[in-house]
């Protein structure tokens, strides 16, 4: 298993019940996991995210995640 | 509906029908085919042929939610091109109510003297005598305004920027809560005002001469399903109501695009204390507002209050545009300095980005270093106070970029740029580059396109086609007088048609299925006839050297979308 440590941002913490902005959410998976895996694993839908962002670089659903990755998930969002 | 023409050089005010060419046209429609058809292109924007327009959008005053928004247009005097600036409050919706299609100022007042327009509840407009308000800043003058008219009024006004005329000067309109907190702030419209001796238009609220709605059981229906769509959405539903515009602020951050130390780098240290949630927490903890109505008939609430650590009102609303401006941009991290900015700016009738952007480029070329808030607040002082720097720093980045003899000036046609660098979103540099009106993100943004992952924010390629469709569709909304913010609801093809359901039923004709595009068309047309005849040719549609020399970290790309490509954008079909 890999541990990856997940920020919600935006509204998302909220469907994330005692989810502790401070330290975020360690979320086990199998080696080899994706960011599409993790957003399952969270019950996030397309709908809901925008930029995933890994270890500070703007990711794609089908990179991979490394044991120990810091990843950050925004909610998709119009200018204005 | 009717047009009001005030002519301020000898104060006479004639009312009209509105004339058949200007049919169908509201807010941005009707104030660009106006001065394309009306104000010689080569005048003096400070001079007495500039023409000062006033539009409700095309749906202002209807049941519509979210068509509180007003159109000020101009030729202006800092892109010396077609201006469009748009801003909300009550001012829209109370004079459509009031069955008026436009304010339309022309003339110039004798050189001194200073006016206000009122418009009462009949929508009767007379001219009054406003010499002693000369100087008010926008708090003070709102506040004793509406202790003389009452409540039941509401402002458009200019601060001393406006009156010194300078190239940021915005025109602030009152929200809700009747501060003058809400900016029709891009273009130096406040010059154009104050060069035209106006201080301020007073209206009245409870007009009762709306326009007709041809089908209003069809028009409310349609209408209803654009306000579900909007409260479904998350980020009108819930992002923007929790955490208002600066919920945006981590996500672009995240795609290294929020330019930030004058746009030397794409990623802002400091990010976390001015983010959407860190600003969401801080108002909690004081008792401030997170979640507030800025705009007559907004379902979103994108608004919020910023107090200060005794629960005392700072501003409204702090957005994100100017978390940036006066934040990452010229490196200040502290929420408490740029909420002061921001009223400053509001008070002083200022455009925060205009003048954040200005700012930005006095740090980078030394004059003060990055993230010293209160050198910032000092210098923006200096603008109300007309002394020779403070005159220069309102008057914009290029000016303050002269100035200092310094090559990075982050603007297009004189117009300081937006919150997202044109190397990480290349579809907003097009857009910056191209637009009539200037480095203008509203003018046509794919943060959504990005954010949904549809487009590459880093590559050439589908940008301009991109751009030349949001430029379109925007241009159709600010006709139509709906928030930008409630886009979103006319993106789906479900939403397009609803829209078209409710125009059709607002005029008593079916709609034909291209009919927003045809009038989005429309309107990019006028203004680019105008801006050609002005003088602006596709030298002035590029963006600044350093965006295609300069590699901004961390991506490291600078921008790629060629000439060409940009020339092609408004080849229309
Ligand atoms: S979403 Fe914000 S800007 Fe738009 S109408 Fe509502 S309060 Fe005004």
């Known amino acids: ?80 | 509906m009717q047009l009001i023409r005030v002519n301020m050089t000898d104060q006479s005010i004639h009312v009209e029908d509105m004339p058949s060419a200007y049919e169908g046209l509201g807010g941005r429609g009707l104030t660009s085919v106006m001065i394309d058809a009306e104000v010689p292109p080569r005048c003096d924007p400070l001079g007495p042929e500039n023409k000062l327009i006033l539009a409700p959008g095309l749906l202002s005053g209807t049941p519509l939610v979210n068509t509180g928004r007003i159109s000020i247009g101009a030729k202006s005097p800092l892109t010396g091109g077609i201006k469009e600036s748009n801003s909300g409050g009550k001012i829209a919706t109370s004079l459509a109510k009031l069955g008026i299609a436009a304010v339309v100022v022309e003339g110039q007042a004798p050189a001194g003297a200073l006016w206000r327009l009122v418009i009462d509840d009949q929508g009767k407009a007379a001219l009054q005598q406003a010499s002693d308000d000369k100087g008010a800043r926008t708090y003070a003058l709102c506040a004793k305004l509406l202790e003389q008219f009452g409540p039941k009024y509401t402002i458009a006004c200019i601060g001393p920027a406006g009156e010194l005329q300078l190239g940021s000067a915005s025109i602030q309109t009152t929200d809700v809560d009747d501060r003058p907190c809400r900016a029709a702030a891009r273009g130096g419209l406040g010059a154009v005002m104050g060069a035209k001796g106006l201080k301020a238009v007073v209206v009245a609220t409870q007009g009762k001469a709306s326009d007709t709605i041809a089908d209003p059981e069809g028009f409310k229906e349609a209408a209803k399903a654009i306000a579900q769509g909007l409260q479904k959405n998350p980020f009108t539903g819930q992002v923007l109501p929790n955490l208002g515009t600066a919920g945006i602020l981590g996500g672009v951050n995240a795609m290294g695009a929020f330019p930030s130390y004058n746009a030397t780098k794409g990623v802002f240290d400091g990010w976390e204390k001015i983010s959407g949630e860190a600003l969401a927490e801080r108002l909690q903890q004081r008792g401030g507002k997170t979640k507030h109505m800025g705009c007559s008939q907004c379902i979103i609430h994108c608004s919020n209050e910023y107090v200060d650590d005794k629960g005392k009102y700072v501003t409204s609303s702090l957005e994100y545009e100017t978390l940036w401006s006066m934040g990452g941009m010229i490196g200040v991290d502290d929420l408490d300095a740029i909420a002061r900015l921001d009223f400053l700016c509001d008070d002083i009738g200022l455009d925060t980005m205009n003048t954040g952007v200005a700012l930005a480029v006095a740090m980078d070329a030394g004059h003060k270093p990055f993230g010293d808030g209160a050198a910032a607040i000092a210098m923006v002082e200096e603008v109300a106070r007309g002394t020779d720097f403070g005159r220069i720093l309102g008057s914009g980045p290029v000016a303050v970029g002269k100035h200092f003899n310094h090559h990075r000036v982050p603007a297009v046609k004189g117009q300081g740029i937006a919150a997202y660098d044109p190397r990480a979103m290349q579809g907003l540099g097009v857009t910056y580059a191209t637009s009539t009106m200037g480095a203008d993100h509203t003018a046509g943004n794919l943060l959504g396109l990005y954010m949904a992952g549809a487009l590459d924010p880093l590559a050439a390629e589908g940008q301009a086609d991109a751009s030349r469709g949001a430029q379109v569709t925007m241009a159709a909304l600010d006709c139509i007088g709906l928030c930008i913010l409630a886009g979103g609801a006319v993106a789906s093809s479900k939403g397009r048609e609803a829209m078209l359901r409710l125009l059709g039923a607002k005029f008593g004709r079916e709609m034909a299925p291209d009919a927003l595009t045809e009038m989005g068309v429309r309107i990019l047309k006028a203004e680019k006839n105008f801006n050609t005849r002005a003088g602006l040719s596709a030298t002035d549609d590029r963006l600044p050297r350093f965006f295609h020399e300069e590699p901004l970290p961390p991506h490291n790309k600078t921008f790629l979308v060629s000439d060409d490509d940009l020339d092609k954008v408004y080849n229309f079909q």
Not at chain 1, 49 to 77: E, Y
């Open chain 1, 1 to 80: 298993m890999i541990r990856v440590t997940v920020q919600l941002h935006g509204t998302l913490p909220r469907r994330v019940p005692a989810y502790d902005p401070e330290r975020g959410l360690t979320i086990s998976l199998a080696p080899g996991a994706t960011v599409a895996d993790l957003l399952d694993a969270l019950g996030l839908t397309a709908e809901d995210t925008g930029v995933v962002a890994l270890d500070g670089r703007v990711a794609q659903p089908a990179d991979a995640l490394s044991d120990g990755a810091r990843v950050r998930i925004f909610q998709v969002a119009h200018g204005g």
